[in-house]
């Protein structure tokens, strides 16, 4: 049976309220095991619909689900998205603060800012190409509201994805100046290496998860617009961090960003 627009509603409290106050909650799905991909999709609209509405700006989009590994173990064939708020932001060299989180983990991206809307459905690699202003290393501080980082799909789509902070800065190029698909990132913490990676860990291309999520906004009326800010997905595994802990992340030709954990 369809979930009513009302029980969607209070999930969406229910989750934007455990965001907020950070505190984890179980699993949607325990109580609501029926919960479709696409009410799941519906509960996270309405989330952004309470922050919208209390003047919160929506500055971007985070890409989830991005290896081809992870979506086979999920059972999609597409990766997940959410969306990125203002109050999500820390500059490089900022703070993660934990009190604001549950229990934060970090992973390395290749972000992109686009100088034109991208729509869909039939957005290809090319047409992202020609929509990207410019190109930005970018880290994620992702936060699962859920009982000790545990989910499902629909679960954690219905969450955000995750989306909690995100860190961008240092050295920004344009799409002819590096190569997204070959360029390697080491990720640091407290000076010890914990992760490599490199942009083909995103189905193949950072681009194509920007296309994906053109064509995913597509199947609701939606475009991509122009400015926005597009984490396109984890290029490594994603590290615990706690107080006292400082990382860095270097990417082949964009420099390096960090942020302290307090």
């Given at each position: 049976m369809a979930m009513d627009q009302a029980t969607k509603a209070q999930l969406a409290e229910f989750l934007e309220n455990a965001e907020l106050e950070a505190r984890e909650v179980v699993k949607i799905?325990?109580?609501?095991?029926?919960?479709?991909?696409?009410?799941?999709?519906?509960?996270?609209?309405?989330?952004?619909?309470?922050?919208?509405?209390?003047?919160?700006?929506?500055?971007?989009?985070?890409?989830?689900l991005t290896s081809k590994a992870k979506m086979d173990q999920m059972?999609?064939?597409?990766?997940?998205?959410?969306?990125?708020?203002?109050?999500?932001?820390?500059?490089d060299g900022g703070?993660?603060?934990t009190a604001e989180l549950i229990h934060p983990k970090v992973e390395p991206e290749i972000a992109v800012v686009l100088k034109t809307a991208l729509k869909g459905p039939g957005c290809t690699i090319a047409d992202v190409f020609a929509a990207i202003d410019f190109i930005l290393p970018a880290m994620e501080v992702i936060d699962s509201r859920y009982e000790n980082f545990r989910f499902d799909l629909v679960s954690v789509i219905a969450d955000n994805s995750s989306s909690s902070r995100f860190v961008t800065g240092g050295q920004s190029a344009?799409?002819?100046?590096?190569?997204?698909?070959?360029?390697?990132?080491?990720?640091?913490?407290?000076?010890?290496?914990v992760a490599l990676g490199a942009?083909?860990?995103?189905?193949?291309?950072?681009?194509?998860?920007?296309?994906?999520?053109?064509?995913?906004?597509?199947?609701?009326?939606?475009?991509?617009?122009?400015?926005?800010?597009?984490?396109?997905?984890?290029?490594?595994?994603?590290?615990?961090?706690?107080?006292?802990?400082?990382?860095?992340?270097s990417y082949q030709g964009l420099g390096s960003i960090s942020a302290r954990v307090v």
């Open positions: 799905t325990d109580e609501h095991p029926d919960l479709t991909l696409t009410e799941a999709y519906e509960i996270n609209d309405l989330i952004r619909d309470r922050k919208l509405a209390r003047g919160t700006k929506q500055v971007g989009y985070k890409m989830g059972g999609v064939n597409r990766p997940g998205f959410g969306y990125l708020f203002d109050y999500f932001a820390i500059p703070e993660i603060k344009t799409v002819d100046q590096v190569d997204m698909k070959t360029m390697g990132v080491v990720m640091e913490i407290n000076g010890e290496v942009g083909a860990a995103v189905i193949g291309h950072p681009a194509n998860a920007v296309a994906m999520l053109a064509n995913s906004l597509a199947e609701k009326g939606e475009e991509v617009p122009a400015g926005s800010f597009i984490m396109t997905g984890a290029l490594t595994a994603a590290h615990a961090v706690k107080p006292g802990d400082s990382v860095t992340v």
